[in-house]
């Protein structure tokens, strides 16, 4: 005999509750949580000194860009790019200028925010 829906236990037809994907929308390169850490740290470094004032995450299918403007209104003074594709080749992270010069390639992000993270100056 085959329970029915009126026969059967309520609690275990409970539906399971899942927690969001970390991904929402698979095929999209993201930052994770670590890496957004340090370049929002260093985002609100240059915030503080006056020198930023703006930025816009984008999450595309084959990188992610966080850019940096001086003012809403301009183009980037600064594109952060995440490239998986680079992994094995030059390194997937990349610091581009507003001209589009690669100032910094690498494979750890650390080492490729140097080239814009200014360190403290003692006067």
């Not at 000194?49 to 209104?73: C, M, N, Q, T």
């Not at 610091?95 to 690669?102: C, D, E, H, M, Q």
């Amino acid at each position: 005999m085959s329970l029915t829906s009126e026969d059967a236990d309520p609690s275990e037809q409970r539906a399971v509750a899942r927690p969001a994907a970390a991904n929402a929308q698979p095929g999209r390169v993201t930052f994770n949580r670590l890496e957004l850490h340090r370049i929002l740290n260093l985002y609100g470094r240059m915030v503080a000194d006056g020198e930023w004032r703006d930025y816009a995450i984008d999450f595309l299918k084959d990188r992610a860009v966080f850019s940096v403007f001086r003012r809403a209104s301009e183009v980037p003074i600064y594109r952060i790019e995440k490239d998986p594709r680079l992994a094995r080749k030059q390194g997937m992270y990349s610091v581009i200028s507003a001209t589009g010069l690669i100032l910094r390639r690498g494979h750890e992000l650390e080492r490729v925010l140097l080239v814009i993270d200014r360190k403290l100056a003692v006067v």
